[in-house]
């Protein structure tokens, strides 16, 4: 009984953990004693990179390179490794079928193009880590 309510203890401070991983970004000064994933520092990173491809769109055009880097998402070790699902795996594959897209548009469907990259982005949070959706929805070009 002891044992099973230590480790009902433990889960919840896991889980209280990976909520604030999964709020918002952090300026600096993580969270998490252990430091930020990998994953979590690629998310800032494709973050910002997005916002950035953003100002490039809304001209009618795309940075020259394709940001290799993003592709990491599948190897980049979570927080918590149980978001690794095969949920997971899919909302990857579709967020990086969503790039490669992006960066084969015509210029007629590059603003449509980018807004359904977000919502890539979107897709995968509304699964496995809610909290940074707002800030994420700035990243979509309006109108
Ligand atoms: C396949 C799922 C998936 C996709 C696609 C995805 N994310 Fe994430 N994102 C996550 C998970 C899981 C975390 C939590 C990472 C951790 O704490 O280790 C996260 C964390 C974040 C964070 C918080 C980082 C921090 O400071 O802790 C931001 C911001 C973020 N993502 C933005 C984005 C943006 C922008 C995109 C699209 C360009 C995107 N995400 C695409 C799953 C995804």
Known sequence: MRI????????????SLFLTQCNNIREGN???PNGD??????MRMMNDSTASIKEYVKQG?????FPEAFLKIHTAK????????????????NYIDGLRQLYQSSPNELKA???????????????????PIKTIKKLKIEN
């Not at 994933?37 to 690629?42: G, T």
């Not at 193009?113 to 909290?131: A, E, F």
């Open 4 to 15: 099973f309510r230590n480790s009902l203890f433990v889960s919840g401070l896991l889980l």
């Open 30 to 32: 993580p969270l998490n």
């Open 37 to 42: 994933s990998e994953l979590a520092l690629l």
């Open 61 to 65: 055009k795309l940075p020259e390179k």
């Open 78 to 93: 979570p927080t918590d490794p149980t978001v690794k699902t095969e949920e997971f795996e899919a909302f990857a594959n």
């Open 113 to 131: 193009n980018y807004n359904s990259l977000v919502q890539r982005c979107i897709n995968c949070h509304q699964s496995s880590c809610p909290g």
